[in-house]
């Protein structure tokens, strides 16, 4: 009863304060390379990725992809877990 109590005391905070990384709430639209800075999220580049996709800004789309792949291959060097692993 103890461990119980210990894990959901916890836990509890973490449930309650977390937030999922794709609810960011920015939204940049295709946006270009030089406009991209260190604070944004992977998924945050993916959208962008996306958006310049949809509106035929491909070199756009291909730079951020570069980007948004780099991020996930620190990622991806990060995880121990080999089913964790894209390649």
Known sequence: MRQLA???ALLI???VGAKANDALPREFGCI???EI??????SELARIMRACATE?????AV???YIYSSYG???Q?????ESALWY
Request: net charge negative; aromatic share 6%; charged share 30%.
């Open 6 to 8: 210990l894990v959901s």
């Open 77 to 81: 060097q990060r995880v121990r877990d």
């Open 32 to 34: 270009a390379q030089d």
């Open 63 to 65: 730079q951020v992809y």
């Open 37 to 42: 800075s260190n604070d944004m999220h992977s």
């Open 56 to 60: 035929q800004r491909y070199d756009d």
């Open 13 to 15: 905070p973490t449930l």
């Open 73 to 75: 291959l620190r990622d």
